[in-house]
C-alpha cells in the first residue's frame, strides 16, 4: 500500500514565498525516488503556514529521498527561514484520483 504524508510548517514572517520556491525547486527527481504526488500549499489562513501533500510508492521510498543531495540542500536552505512549528501525519493511501 502507497504512503502518504500530510505535513505542516511555520516560516518566520516575510519568508514564505521564498521556503515555498525552495520546496518546488526540489521537485526534479522525486519521480524517479518513488513520489507519485508532491504538492505544496500555502494556507489561507495566514501568511505563514505552509503545507506539503506527499504520496510515495512505500515509506522507504520517502526516507530514501531525504538522503537525495537535492533534498539535501534545499532542507539547509529553507530551516533558517522556519519557525520549528511543525506538524506531520502518516497514512497509509487507499487511492484517489492520479494514482
Known amino acids: ?19 515555498v520556491s525552495i520546496l518546488l525547486s526540489a ?3 522525486l519521480r524517479e525516488a518513488g513520489c507519485d504526488i508532491y504538492v505544496v500549499g500555502r494556507s489561507e489562513e495566514d501568511d505563514t503556514t505552509i ?11 520517502h526516507d530514501a529521498s531525504l538522503e ?3 533534498a539535501k ?3 539547509g536552505r529553507a530551516m ?9 501525519q502518516e497514512v497509509s493511501v487507499a487511492g484517489g484520483l492520479g494514482l
Open 80 to 88: 533558517p527561514m522556519l519557525t520549528g512549528e511543525f506538524t506531520k
Open 73 to 75: 540542500e534545499a532542507i
Open 27 to 29: 521537485v526534479g527527481g
Open 1 to 19: 500500500m502507497a504512503y502518504g504524508c500530510l505535513a505542516s510548517m511555520k516560516t518566520r514572517p516575510g519568508f514564505r514565498e521564498e521556503v
Open 51 to 61: 503545507w506539503v501533500t506527499e504520496v510515495w510508492k512505500t515509506r522507504e521510498h
Open 68 to 70: 537525495l543531495p537535492g
